[in-house]
C-alpha cells in the first residue's frame, strides 16, 4: 500500500514514491469520466482507460505563437496566484498540459456516489399540544458529531510520539543511508554517553560556548517558539517554564538527571538578579503567551457565534495590563507624556480612567510617545487632532523650561523638529475646525516665544541704550555646495534663498522657513476671519512679535501682508470701545489689547522707515494721542490691562522719540507727562503688588521717553544751524522739539530723585526707589551732556548746579549702606565673571535663537531684581558727564572706584574669557557699558587722584581684554577706548617707574642656564624705547582701523544720542563676530603680508623689497612690533585668548611679506626680542603645531611658504632659521621635517644656526627616537650624499646623526620592511668611506648642546653594538674588538 507523503519528505523520496505508483499499474483513487468535447471552446474530450476506445483529440499547432499573450499597455501583467503554484518544464508538452487541467461538468455528474446515511441518527420532532412547534435553535437538540482524524493526522501523531520518545536534536535528515533511523539513534546514544561523561561545570561550560556563537536573536526565537509548543501540548509544562523566569531551557537527554537540569536552571537565573536587561527579555515571552478561557474577564457563551474556539490574537487586548517594568532596569525607554506634558516614568502604575494607556506596543505603559501623538495630530476625529496638538505644545512649554534636561537623553525639541513638527503645525493652522486652529497655535506660540526672554527684554529696555537690540538671527549658515555653485555660476543671496526648498530653509532658520509658507496671511485670515478666543489671539500676536524681532526684512513682510496689521489696529487698538463686562472678557474683539501696541513697539525697532509708516500709514499716533491723554483708569479697562497699554503706548512713543519722531506730541501732551512725573513713587501696599509693579514699569518707561525726548532737543541746534548753511550732503530736518521745550524738566525730576533717595530708607519704598534710581540718574546724564553743547550754556550756573547734585545725591547715593549691599552683588550678577550664567540651554536651538532666560537664571543674574549693574551704569554714565563738564569735581567721586567690590570685579573680569552667543550677547552688551563707564571714569581720576593711579594698571589689562569682547554696534567704544585708554602712558606705569630695568633682569635671570634667543638684544632698550612711541603706536593702530569710520560714526549717533542719525535700533547681525579680532595687536602684518606678500611673491618665494614697499609701511611694522613686545612683556593677559600658534603664524608674517625686511636692524631687533618671548621655556611646552591657526588650514601650509621664502631671500639669517628649526622638534609632526629633507634638502648648506642659538633644548630635537622610515632613509642620504654638513647645518646634522645611530642599534623588534632597513644602514655605515662620519654615526653617545660636536662619541664601540653590529654583518666574533686595537694601538 502505498503511503501519503509526509512534511518531512524530500524530494527524492517524492520521485521515489511517484516511481513506485506508476510501475505497480494501480487505478487513481478519483473518479475517472468520460466527456464530450465542445470544439466550439476549443477543448478536448477525454477517454475511460476501461473501455479500451481511444479518445479523438483535435489539436491546432501555430508556429511562433508565444504562450502568453503579450501586454498592449505599458503597465505590468497582472500576476496570477495559480500560476505562481504550477511547476513547468521546457521539455514538457503543451498538449498534455491542457489534457491534465482541461474539466467539464460531466466529470462530476458522470458517476455520483451516494454517501452511506444508514448510521446517521435521526431526530424526529417532539410531538405537542401547540399548533405550531417550537422553533428549535441551534444550541439545542444538537447531536455529539463524532469528529474523524484523517490517517495524515493519526500519522503525524505517531510519528510526534515517537519523536518525542527519542532524539529531539538529531532528526537524521541528509543522512545518505537508505534507513536512517538507525544511525539517528546511534548518534543519540553517543550524545548521551558524553553528557553522563561529563561533569556539571563542563555542561554549562559548553552550553555558554554554544550560545556565544548563536545569534542571540536566533535564540530567543528558538525559545519563544518552544514556549508556545510547550504551552499546546502540555499546561503544568508551560506552568512550570513560566515559573523559571519566563525563560525556555534546551531540553536535556532523558538520561540526564533532574537534580542536574535543575542546578544548571539555578546557576543560570543568579544574574538576572543583576542584570535587569535580560530579566526584562526574559519576560517578554510570558508576555506572549496564549489565552485560556479561563484568562477571559468576560466568559464566552456557547450560543455565541464562533466563540467554540479562542483566537489569542483577537483576544489579547481583553487581558488585564501586564505590571508596568521594574525599578532600576537598565534598558531605555521611550519617552511618554500625559496630556499636561509631564514626563511619566515608566515605573508609575497609573488608572487607565486617565484615557492615557492605548493599543500598542507597550500598552502596560501610560502616557503617549511623540511619535503616536503626530500620529493622532492627522487623525480623522477633530478631538484627536485637539489633543495631540495641545499635548504637543504642553510638551514644548515644559521642554523650554528645562523640566527635561536631567531626565531624557537628547533633545526634545531637536527632536520634533527633525520629524517635521513646523510643517505639522502649519498644516494644522489651515484646518477648518477652530480648536485645532486654536491647538496649532498654543503649539506654534510654545515654539517661537519664551515669555522669560521677553520680560528680560522689557526689563533692560530702560537701561542705558536699551531700546537698541540684537536681531534674533542664527549666527550659523549651512554652507552651500561647491558643485551647485560650479554648475549655477554665480548666484545672488536672493536666487541661492530661491533654490532652496521649504525644509531646507526651514532647518537653517525656523522664522525664515515660516515666511516661506506663507504663516502670515495664514494668521492674518484667522484674526479677521476665524475671530478665534481671547487665548488665541493672544498667542497670535505673541508669535508677530517674536518674528518681528527676527530681522528688519521680517517686520517689514509683517507691514506689507495685506490687511494684517490693519486687522490689528481695528480690532486690538481700536479708537473707540464699550467697557468690558468682565475682567476676563470672552472676546478680545474692539477692546485694546497690550500686545498689541508691544508689536507696534517691535515693529518700531526695525527701522526709522517702519516707524514712520506705523505712526502715519497705520494711525499709530492717533492711537499713542488717544492712549497717553488719558490716565490709565480712564481707559475702562482692567486695571492691570490699562497699566500695561499705558506702558506699552510710552515705550511706542520712546522708540519713535530715539529716531526723533513723533516728538510734536510731546508739546501736546505735556501737560499729561508732567502730572504722570509729579505722581510717582507711590508707596506700595501688599494688596496690590502686582498693580505697583506695573505703575512702577510705566513711571521707567515715562523717564525713558523724557530722555530720549531731551536727546532729540539737544540735536535742534545742530541741525537748524546745518540747515542754513549750504552742504553738500543731506541733512535730517530738525526735530519740533527744541532745547526750550525741555529745559524746565530738570528741577522737576531733580525733585523727584531727591524723594527717591529718602525712600531708601523706608522699607516700602525701597524696592520701587532703586528700580527707579537709574533711571533718573540716566535722564540726568542725558541731560547735562546735550547742555554743554548749547548755545544757552551757562557755565558758573551748570557748575553750581553740578556742585550741588554731587554734595547733596551723588555721594551720599555712593555712601547709602543699601547702595554697598547691592555693590557688594556685583561679581557675583556679573555676566563676565560667571560665563555659566548665560550659557545657551540644552533646548536651545541653532535655527531658533533665543536669549535662554529662565526665572531661576534670572533671579540671580544681570537682570535680576537685586542686581546693581543697571544702577551702577547709570551712576557712573552721569558721573562721566558731570566730571567732564566739572574737572573739580573727580577726586570727590573717586571713592566708587576704589570701592572693594568694584576693584574685586575688575580683577575678576581681567581673568575672565566670556563666550559669544545670543544667550550672553545681549547681557555682556549691558555689562560692556558698565565696564566702559567705569573706565571712563578712571580716565578721568587717573591723572588726578594718586589713589588711583595705583589701579592703573589694573584698568589698562580690563580695558585690553575688554577690547576683543566688544560686539557689533560698538565700534565707538573700541574708538575712545584706542585713543584715550589704551596707549596712555599713564596707564602703563611700568614705562615710567623702573620696568624696563626689572624686564632687563628678568631677562639675566632666565638666561642662566639656558640658551639665549637669536641675536636677542637688551629688552630694556627696546621696551622703553616702545613706551616713548606711544603716541606713534595709537596713531598707527587708529590709521589702520580707519576702514571702519562708517561703523564708528553710526555708533557713535547711537551712544550720544543724535537720534535723528539713527537709522535703525536693531544692531548688527552677531555672525561676523565682535568689533574687534582677538588678535588685533597683529592686524598691521597680516594686512601687510596680505597686501604685499600674497600679491607680489610667486610659488618660489621672494617677495618686494623693502625699499618698494608703500611709504610708512616700515614704520607701521616696527609699531606693531613694539606694541606687541609691550604686551608680551607687561600685558601678557591681554593676548591669553590668542593660541601660542597663532602668535607664530602671525610673527611669521615678518619674513613673509617682503623680501628683506626681517633684514632691517629694527625690525630684527623686536622681532628676536619677540620670539625669544614666545620660546621661553613655560611657553614653549604650551606650542601646539597641530592645531590649525585662525585664518589658515594648517601650520604646515605656512611652514612650506617659509621654507620656499628661505631659499629665496634668506641669505642665511639666523633669526629666520630659528623659525625653522623651532617646527622640527621631536614631539611634533614628522610632516615637516620630511618637507626639510625630501623637498628643501637644499637649504641645509645655508640653515647655519649655531647649536648655542638654538630656540629649544637640544635634546627636544634627538628624544624620542625617530620612528619613520622614510625620513631615517632621507637623514642616511643627507649625511652620506654629503648634502648635510656639520659646517653647513649643525643643528640638524647632530639631530640625524643621533636619529640614524639610534635606529640602526636599536633590537626592538619590528616589521620585516622595517629589520630590512635597519640591517641595510647598518652595512653601509660599518663600510663607509669617510672615517668622521662613519665614526660619528658608530660612536654616537648622548647630545651635548655646549660641545663643540653637539654630542659625545665613544671612544672604542661599546661591547653590546660590537657584537649586534658583528651579529648583523655575519662576522667573527672579536673582529670589531681586534680592528679598534689595531687602530687605537
Known amino acids: 500500500m502505498l503511503r501519503r507523503p509526509r512534511p518531512t519528505d524530500s524530494e527524492e523520496d517524492l520521485l521515489r514514491e511517484q516511481e513506485r505508483f506508476l510501475s505497480s499499474g494501480t487505478a487513481p483513487s478519483v473518479v475517472n469520466v468520460v466527456r464530450r468535447p465542445d470544439k466550439r471552446r476549443g477543448e478536448q474530450g477525454t477517454g475511460d482507460p476501461d473501455n479500451g476506445e481511444d479518445t479523438q483529440k483535435d489539436v491546432v499547432t501555430i508556429e511562433d505563437l508565444p504562450d502568453e499573450i503579450p501586454s498592449l499597455t505599458p503597465a505590468p501583467p497582472k500576476k496570477s496566484r495559480f500560476k505562481k503554484a504550477q511547476v513547468r518544464f521546457e521539455d514538457e508538452d503543451a498538449e498534455e498540459r491542457l489534457d491534465k487541467h482541461d474539466t467539464h461538468i460531466s466529470a462530476v455528474l458522470s458517476r455520483i456516489v451516494e454517501r452511506d446515511t444508514s448510521t446517521v441518527p435521526v431526530c424526529l420532532p417532539a410531538v405537542t399540544g401547540t399548533a405550531f412547534p417550537k422553533v428549535m435553535h441551534r444550541s439545542e437538540g444538537i447531536v455529539q458529531v463524532i ?45 548521551q554517553a558524553r553528557l553522563l561523561g561529563m561533569t556539571r561545570e563542563e555542561i554549562l561550560q559548553e552550553q555558554r560556548n554554544l550560545l556565544a556563537q548563536l545569534d542571540p536573536r536566533l535564540v530567543d526565537f528558538v525559545r519563544a517558539r518552544k514556549v508556545q509548543k510547550m504551552s499546546d501540548s502540555d499546561p503544568v509544562k508551560q506552568s512550570n517554564c513560566n515559573a523559571q523566569n519566563g525563560g525556555v531551557r534546551e531540553e536535556k537527554p532523558s538520561v540526564v538527571s533532574p537534580a542536574a537540569v535543575k542546578d544548571i536552571t539555578d546557576i543560570r537565573q543568579e544574574p538576572l538578579q543583576v542584570d535587569m536587561e535580560d530579566e526584562e527579555d526574559a519576560e517578554e515571552p510570558k508576555l506572549t503567551q496564549q489565552i485560556t478561557e479561563e484568562d477571559l474577564p468576560l466568559k464566552p457563551q456557547r450560543d455565541w457565534v464562533h466563540m467554540d474556539k479562542l483566537e489569542p490574537d483577537k483576544l489579547e487586548w481583553t487581558k488585564d495590563l501586564p505590571p508596568p517594568r521594574r525599578k532600576g532596569t537598565k534598558k531605555a525607554m521611550q519617552a511618554r507624556f500625559d496630556f499636561a506634558g509631564n514626563l511619566i516614568p515608566p515605573t508609575e502604575d497609573l488608572p487607565t480612567h486617565l484615557g492615557l494607556h492605548h493599543h500598542g506596543d507597550e500598552p502596560e505603559l501610560a502616557g503617549y510617545s511623540l511619535q503616536e501623538l503626530f500620529m493622532l495630530s492627522r487623525s480623522l476625529v477633530i478631538q484627536q487632532r485637539t489633543l495631540a496638538l495641545s499635548t504637543l505644545a504642553n510638551i514644548i512649554t515644559k521642554a523650554r523650561s528645562g523640566v527635561f534636561t536631567s531626565e531624557l537623553k537628547g533633545s526634545v525639541l531637536s527632536t520634533l523638529l527633525d520629524a517635521g513638527l513646523l510643517f505639522l503645525l502649519r498644516f494644522s493652522l489651515d484646518d477648518c475646525v477652530e480648536g485645532v486652529i486654536a491647538a496649532a497655535v498654543q503649539a506654534l506660540q510654545a515654539l517661537l516665544v519664551s515669555a522669560d526672554d521677553e520680560d528680560s527684554l522689557d526689563v533692560t529696555f530702560c537701561w542705558l541704550l536699551g531700546v537698541a537690540s540684537f536681531p534674533l538671527l542664527p549666527t550659523t549658515q549651512e554652507e552651500e555646495d561647491e558643485e551647485e555653485e560650479g554648475m549655477n555660476g554665480r548666484e545672488t543671496e536672493k536666487e541661492k534663498e530661491e533654490r532652496k526648498s521649504d525644509h531646507e530653509v526651514a532647518r537653517q532658520d525656523i522664522i525664515k522657513g515660516l515666511l516661506r509658507m506663507k504663516v502670515l496671511p495664514r494668521i492674518r485670515y484667522i484674526l479677521e476671519v476665524v475671530r478665534p478666543s481671547p487665548r488665541v489671539v493672544l498667542d497670535l500676536l505673541e508669535v508677530l512679535v517674536r518674528i518681528a524681532r527676527h530681522s528688519t526684512a521680517a517686520a517689514t513682510q509683517i507691514l506689507d501682508c495685506p490687511r494684517l496689521m490693519d486687522t490689528v489696529m481695528s480690532e486690538f487698538l481700536p479708537t473707540s470701545w464699550a467697557p468690558p463686562t468682565s475682567p476676563a472678557p470672552h472676546s478680545l474683539y474692539g477692546l485694546p489689547v497690550a500686545i498689541a501696541m508691544k508689536l507696534l513697539r517691535v515693529l518700531g525697532t526695525a527701522g526709522r522707515h517702519v516707524c514712520a509708516r506705523l505712526l502715519h500709514s497705520l494711525g499709530g499716533k492717533e492711537r499713542l494721542s488717544l492712549f497717553l491723554s488719558v490716565e490709565p483708569s480712564e481707559l475702562l479697562l482692567e486695571a492691570g490691562e490699562a497699566l500695561r497699554c499705558s506702558t506699552e503706548a510710552y515705550r511706542m512713543w520712546t522708540v519713535a522719540s530715539s529716531y526723533g519722531q513723533a516728538c510734536n506730541l510731546y508739546s501736546d501732551l505735556y501737560p499729561v507727562l508732567m502730572k504722570a512725573l509729579q505722581s510717582f513713587p507711590r508707596p506700595s501696599s501688599s494688596s496690590d503688588h502686582l498693580l505697583h509693579l506695573l505703575e512702577l514699569q510705566r513711571a521707567q518707561a515715562i523717564l525713558a521717553l523724557l530722555t530720549q525726548v531731551t536727546h532729540t532737543a539737544g540735536c535742534h541746534q545742530e541741525l537748524q544751524a546745518a540747515l542754513a548753511s549750504p552742504q553738500e550732503s543731506e541733512c535730517p530736518p530738525p526735530p519740533p ?16 530723585l531727591k524723594g527717591c533717595m529718602k525712600g531708601l530708607a523706608e522699607m516700602g519704598r525701597l524696592e520701587s526707589s532703586l528700580r527707579l534710581l537709574p533711571t533718573y540718574l540716566l535722564y540726568l546724564g542725558a541731560f547735562y551732556s546735550q547742555l554743554s553743547l548749547q548755545s544757552c550754556f551757562q557755565p558758573v550756573e551748570c557748575l553750581q548746579e553740578l556742585e550741588s547734585l554731587t554734595a547733596d545725591v551723588l555721594l551720599p547715593l555712593i555712601s547709602h549702606q543699601a547702595v554697598r549691599r547691592m555693590m557688594d552683588n556685583l561679581k557675583s550678577h556679573s555676566a563676565v565673571c560667571n560665563p555659566l550664567s548665560c550659557c545657551p540651554g540644552p533646548e536651545t536651538l541653532a535655527s531658533l535663537p533665543g536669549l535662554s532666560c529662565s526665572g531661576e537664571r534670572n533671579r540671580d543674574g544681570l537682570v535680576g531684581p537685586g542686581s546693581p549693574v543697571p544702577f551702577l551704569t547709570s551712576l557712573c554714565y552721569l558721573l562721566d ?103 596712555n602712558q599713564a596707564f602703563i606705569p611700568e614705562g615710567t617707574s623702573g620696568g624696563p630695568e626689572a624686564a632687563a633682569l628678568a631677562e639675566l ?56 542719525w539713527l537709522r535703525s535700533l536693531l544692531l548688527p547681525d552677531l555672525a561676523a563676530g565682535p568689533s574687534l579680532p582677538s588678535d588685533w595687536p597683529f592686524l598691521p602684518l597680516v594686512s601687510l603680508y596680505e597686501r604685499m606678500g600674497q600679491s607680489d611673491r610667486s610659488g618660489g618665494g621672494g617677495g618686494m623689497d623693502t625699499e618698494s614697499l608703500p611709504a610708512g609701511r616700515l614704520r607701521l611694522v616696527i609699531h606693531c612690533l613694539q606694541w606687541l613686545l609691550l604686551l608680551e612683556s607687561w600685558r601678557e593677559g591681554a593676548l591669553r585668548v590668542v593660541p601660542p600658534v597663532a602668535k607664530l603664524a602671525r610673527l611669521a608674517c615678518v619674513f613673509l611679506a617682503s623680501s628683506d625686511l626681517f633684514l632691517e636692524p629694527p625690525v ?148 620585516q620592511e622595517v629589520e630590512a632597513t635597519r640591517r641595510s644602514l647598518l652595512r653601509k655605515t660599518y663600510y663607509l668611506t669617510d672615517e668622521v662620519l662613519r665614526a660619528h654615526l658608530l660612536h654616537y653617545k648622548l647630545p ?39 687602530r687605537n694601538p
Open 737 to 752: 522739539v527744541s532745547w526750550g521745550h525741555v529745559a524746565g524738566l530738570q528741577p522737576t525730576v531733580f525733585g523727584q
Open 1164 to 1311: 630684527q631687533r623686536l622681532t628676536g626680542a619677540l620670539f625669544g618671548a614666545l620660546t621661553r621655556p613655560q611657553r614653549l611646552a604650551a606650542l601646539d603645531l597641530e592645531v590649525p591657526p585662525p585664518g589658515l588650514a594648517s601650520f604646515h601650509d605656512l611652514y612650506a611658504a617659509l621654507l620656499a621664502q628661505y631659499e629665496a631671500v634668506s641669505f642665511g639669517d639666523v633669526l629666520f632659521g630659528c623659525f625653522l628649526l623651532l617646527p622640527l622638534q621631536r614631539r611634533y609632526s614628522a610632516t615637516m621635517r620630511l618637507a626639510v629633507f625630501g623637498e628643501h634638502v637644499g637649504l641645509l648648506r645655508s640653515l647655519g644656526v649655531p647649536l648655542q642659538k638654538l630656540p629649544a633644548p637640544l635634546e627636544n630635537y634627538t628624544s624620542p627616537p625617530e620612528q619613520s622610515v622614510p625620513l631615517l632613509r632621507l637623514y642616511f642620504r643627507a649625511l652620506v650624499t654629503d648634502t648635510l654638513r656639520r659646517a653647513w647645518c649643525p643643528v640638524l646634522y647632530v639631530v640625524a646623526v643621533a636619529h640614524v645611530n639610534t635606529f640602526i642599534f636599536s633590537q626592538e623588534p619590528a616589521a
Open 147 to 191: 469528529k474523524r482524524e484523517c490517517k495524515f493526522t493519526q500519522a503525524l501523531a505517531k510519528c510526534v510520539t515517537g519523536v518525542l520518545a527519542g532524539p529531539t536534536l538529531v532528526s537524521g535528515q541528509g543522512l545518505v543511508q537508505g534507513d536512517s533511523d538507525q544511525e539517528r539513534l546511534k548518534i543519540h546514544q553517543e550524545n
Open 1005 to 1060: 635671570h632666565l638666561q642662566e642656564g639656558v640658551s639665549s634667543p637669536p641675536a636677542s638684544p637688551p629688552l630694556g632698550p627696546l621696551l622703553r624705547d616702545a613706551c616713548g612711541h606711544l603716541p606713534s603706536l595709537r596713531g598707527c593702530y587708529l590709521t589702520h582701523l580707519a576702514h571702519s569710520e562708517p561703523l564708528v560714526l553710526a555708533s557713535r549717533d547711537v551712544h550720544l544720542g543724535r537720534t535723528p
Open 1344 to 1382: 651635548q648642546q655646549q660641545s663643540e660636536l653637539g654630542f659625545l662619541t665613544y671612544e672604542r664601540l661599546p661591547p653590546l653594538r660590537a657584537r649586534w653590529l658583528e651579529k648583523e654583518l655575519g662576522l667573527e666574533e672579536g673582529t670589531i674588538a681586534a680592528r679598534q686595537s689595531s
Open 881 to 983: 558727564t558731570i566730571t567732564g563738564i566739572h574737572k573739580g569735581l573727580a577726586k570727590k567721586v573717586s571713592v566708587l572706584l576704589l570701592a572693594d567690590p568694584v576693584l574685586v570685579y575688575l580683577r575678576g573680569c581681567a581673568q575672565a574669557m566670556p563666550t559669544l552667543s545670543h544667550s550672553s550677547a545681549w547681557l555682556l552688551r549691558h555689562e560692556h557699558h558698565l565696564l566702559y563707564m567705569l573706565l571712563r571714569l578712571a580716565y578721568r581720576l587717573v591723572p588726578v587722584d594718586p589713589e588711583v593711579a595705583k589701579h592703573a594698571s589694573l584698568f589698562h589689562q580690563v580695558a585690553l581684554v575688554m577690547l576683543p569682547w566688544l560686539l557689533p554696534g560698538s565700534e565707538y567704544m573700541v574708538h575712545e577706548l584706542i585713543s584715550s585708554i589704551i596707549f
